[in-house]
């Protein structure tokens, strides 16, 4: 017996559907996705960096939001909901609910096993593509180490990689640094000292 086609949804239908339900799903090309819970790592250094963040944009024209506020691609169609968000002046809106935006500068995921794949490839390929992207940070939650692209131009992000206790991310996009011993305040690592994220698993 040959599996059923799943149903084609509509944007409609998803926001209407995602508004209602008490879980987040993605949305892209018709098909809804569920999307897997946070560990408790996951969520501490969310926290700290939020925290971080926060502190240091409060004046300024940015805000910082939590994994609740939806973004839409609008050159895929894709609708996900990145760990932290940053918007810098007046953040635009698909509509009156003012829960999905489409402009933002810097994007922060916090890999876990079932998402880092993704993370780092094709969900990458689409934040690409959002114009107002200056910046996209990938923490991992096993060990210190973060990855910041930061864009050059349309075509070219630059590469660091950060790891260890003492050092620190700068964004030049929103004036703000990010000590990597805030990030990971009160967070028990599985690699404590070495800074070298865990094998991606196999697919």
Known sequence: MSAQPKPHVTEDE???FERASMTKHEYYHGQIYAMTGASEPHNLIATNTIASLHSQL?????????SDM?????????YTYPDIM??????QFT???????VNPTVIIEILSPSTERYDRGMKFHHYRTIETLRDYLLIAQDCRS???YTRQNSEQWLFQAVAGRENHIVFESIQCTLALEDVYEKVELEQEDAGIPREIPPE
């Not at 939806?70 to 894709?78: A, D, Y």
């Not at 940053?86 to 953040?91: A, D, E, K, N, T």
């Open 70 to 78: 939806r973004v839409k691609i609008q050159q895929t169609g894709l």
């Open 14 to 16: 998803y926001l209407a």
């Open 95 to 101: 509509d009156d609910a003012l829960d999905t935006i």
């Open 86 to 91: 940053i918007i810098c002046g007046q953040p």
């Open 58 to 66: 409060r004046h300024t024209s940015c805000r910082v939001y939590p």
């Open 146 to 148: 973060i990855e910041h």
